[in-house]
């Protein structure tokens, strides 16, 4: 009793009944104490038990600072999946033969449809001679190629866009593709508010602007809105107007790449 660490660290607890050797390991954000109790009838610690205790400090402040490495790891783990899941884009890692390492929530959904494409034991697959292509592009864009196919869908539905390339960059797994899925079926219910944001659209611009997003030719869009066929293309110039393209087809080819997130719960 009576020394820096017992009056440091031990004497804070209340017990000063005891003979105390430690040591403090300090690291980024904080430190460790690293400590020995007897009772205070025990022999005092020698030199020998202090040269014993210095002897592991450099394996133990070693083990911390591979634990704090981890943990950080850890946690760049579950931001970049949260980043992925939140993405409105359907996103799939796979390996050369097909097999799904990840997947993000818009996959995922796709997925448990098996409207088209399903996963079968783990493994990328689509209906028909189209799952042939969908295999072989797989392993193209594994070995460092790229492709880009239409899966049809048995409901009717517009067909699944996919780009297929390769996943590369300093420090990830090789042999392995990225899939990004793009389903014209599915609505974005933030889109419009965030093309009012970005681009000055109205509200009547920017529900025209979803509608030709999804397919429909003006005169449909008009119709659907119940205004007239001038009134739309009226809105349609504004719209190039305000982002600066000339043509229809360039608009549409610009607000398709507008970014969105989507709200994810654990």
């Known amino acids: 009793a009576g020394g820096v660490f017992h009056n440091e660290f031990f ?26 109790h007897r009772a205070i009838d025990a022999p005092a610690y020698d030199p020998t038990n202090r040269h014993a205790l210095n002897s592991v400090l450099p394996h133990l402040r070693r083990m911390v600072e591979m634990r704090g490495a981890l943990t950080s790891a850890q946690q760049a783990a579950r931001d970049m999946g949260a980043l992925l899941h ?5 996103i799939l890692l796979v390996s ?3 097999r799904i390492v990840f997947a993000n929530t818009g996959a ?18 689509a209906v028909g001679q189209v799952g042939v292509v969908l295999e072989a592009a797989m392993a193209r864009a594994a070995l460092g190629g790229g492709d880009a196919l239409l899966v049809e869908r048995p409901s009717g539905k517009a067909a699944y866009r996919l780009l297929i390339s390769p996943h590369r960059g300093q420090g990830v797994a090789p042999g392995r593709a990225m899939v990004v899925i793009e389903d014209l079926s599915m609505v974005d219910p ?7 944001r970005l681009y000055g659209f109205t509200a009547a611009e920017a529900d ?5 997003l999804q397919g ?3 005169s449909e869009a008009s119709e659907a809105r119940g205004v007239m066929v ?9 719209m190039l107007a305000k982002t600066g393209v000339r043509r229809q087809s360039e608009l549409l080819a610009m607000l398709a790449r507008t970014p969105g997130v989507r709200g994810v719960e654990d």
């Open 208 to 212: 025209l602007a979803e509608r030709l």
């Open 230 to 238: 001038s009134t739309g293309r009226s809105q349609l110039n504004s």
């Open 108 to 125: 995922e959904a796709i997925l448990r449809a098996k409207d088209g494409l399903s996963a079968r034991l783990g493994v990328l697959s």
């Open 216 to 218: 429909q030719a003006l």
């Open 190 to 196: 933030e889109l419009g508010a965030r093309l009012r």
């Open 11 to 36: 004497g804070h607890f209340g017990d000063d009944t005891g003979v105390s050797l430690g040591a403090v390991l300090t690291r980024q954000g904080g430190m460790i104490g690293v400590g020995l």
């Open 96 to 98: 050369g033969d097909g």
């Open 86 to 90: 939140a993405q409105t884009s359907a």
